[in-house]
């Protein structure tokens, strides 16, 4: 059983560091040095016993021992270390008292700022030799420096807007008026009525009020005018505070420059940009680290990274399709409701009645007292009608082809694996797509779909039931509401059949479609040579 730490809280200085001051100060001490040696001197030459050439020789050797000096030395020391800590490698963070922020210093810029400032060798002959180094952490609940089990810590973070609030049933009926419309408005807009997606996402909340990594990303996609940065705005001005939340641009994602993010729990990234291929790989694999890992490295400009713990939690407001691949636990498409788009009377009042400390700390308080109990985000958030929508339709090539040509027709796969293949490329030419090699093709079924050529009767063939394929399409989540409309669609009418791709165009025969496309290229290749 571990034994509870002990944190004892290194108080800040409120006044501004000062150079004259650090310079009065060292005055000061060799002021006190010479003091104190000539008080020396001068109790050996009253001292009777000695004789005069004893005497002489005794003052001529004297000198201040090491803890006198290390007394003296500390009057401008002890000023020193109270804005500069020192980190490993060797660097400092200077703590910036008008800003009230710690500010990343090198070890150059240390020795230029204070060392230099008071005689040369100064930083080998009074700062050198420091044995309290800092850790960086990022702890909400902690303070901004502190000492824990004989351990020195400088906290990033700065912790919650509200560090007292009352129990929710204290507050007047007219605040809870004000939080009541809030969670209305959330429900209606975030989380379009729907009560499980409700339930989900205001418990999602209350682990963000009690500091917790969600490992989650809320992708919240709509119209513009309709209130997704509202509920941000007011979570971010009211209810956490903005010392530990962050309105975010894309330098952090695209660049190696993420220290803006240290020390926070909750960015909100407005308006993302629609990604390349490649672009996106590389944002989407820093996203999925800053999510989900304890802890993180945090790199300013021109500067080494610092480790340090990650509580991080994004949350993405767009209008247009930011991501590549939205498939996984990770992302949460929240289902946005349009209902009050162009309602500027609901939204003023919104603003009027519950923009403020009052209801924002009461919202606080709620949140607070919800019950998390076993409440896990990747799993516990229902899959909305916008997440099925977005992994249908970033699937793979191959994994539309199997959707569109067998699952949504019910049918199982029976074919020789060239004519199968043939088949896969006819729909990848009809669809824009550009189609694998065979090769490819067939390691892709393996490895994704889990499906391999059989030699039946000494002919390679594919043989999948369609259960199988239904199976794999359920487990995938392949399939969407529209997917099922279109279903229905073709239910009605077997003369005209609908592909959910195509959008209204007429199902082809692919095999057939690609034997006369052949069989033209031929005779184009006959004319040529003609």
Known sequence: MNSPKNTLEISLPKKPFSVVKLQNLFEECQSNKSKLLENKKSDIRNDSKLSASAKLLAVAEAKLSDSENKDCENLFINYVYKYYFEVEKADYFFYDVVKEELVHRTQKDFINEVANKISKGAFEKYFMKNSKIYKITSKLDKPRVYEEDKQYFLNECRGFLHKKYKLYAEYSDDIKEGVDMMLDMIKQISCNNQNDVYDAYVKYLAQLCRGMKTEVIIYKKGEQGIGKSTETDFLINYVLGKDICLLSGTEPLTSNFNKCFLGKLFVVFEELPTFGPREWEAVSSKLKTLTTEKTAQFRGLFKDPIEAENILNFVINT?????????????????????????????????????????????????????????????????????????????????????????????????????????????????????????????????????????????????????????????????????????????????????????????????????ELEKELTELKLKLNL
């Open 319 to 515: 209008n247009v399709e930011s991501l590549k691949n939205s498939d996984g636990r990770r992302i949460i498409i929240l289902p946005l409701s349009s209902c009050r788009k162009g309602d500027y009377e609901y939204m003023n009042n919104i603003r009027s009645k519950c923009f403020n400390l009052e209801v924002g700390e009461a919202f606080y308080s709620y949140m607070m007292s919800i019950d998390i109990t076993n409440y896990y985000a990747q799993k516990c958030f229902p899959d909305t009608e916008n997440k099925l929508l977005a992994i249908a339709n970033q699937l793979d090539p191959v994994e539309k082809f199997i959707k569109v040509n067998y699952v949504l027709k019910k049918r199982g796969i029976q074919d020789k694996t060239s004519d199968f293949y043939n088949e896969y490329k006819g729909f990848c030419t009809l669809s824009n797509f550009k189609p694998l090699t065979n090769t490819m093709f067939y390691a892709k079924l393996k490895n994704f779909c889990n499906i391999e050529k059989k030699k039946i009767e000494g002919i390679h063939k594919f043989k999948v039931p369609y259960e199988t394929l239904k199976a794999l399409s359920d487990k995938n989540k392949w399939i969407c509401e529209f997917d099922d409309e279109d279903e229905d669609e073709q239910d009605d009418d077997d003369d005209e059949v609908v592909s959910p791709l195509d959008s209204g165009i007429k199902t082809i025969d692919y095999k057939k479609r690609c034997q």
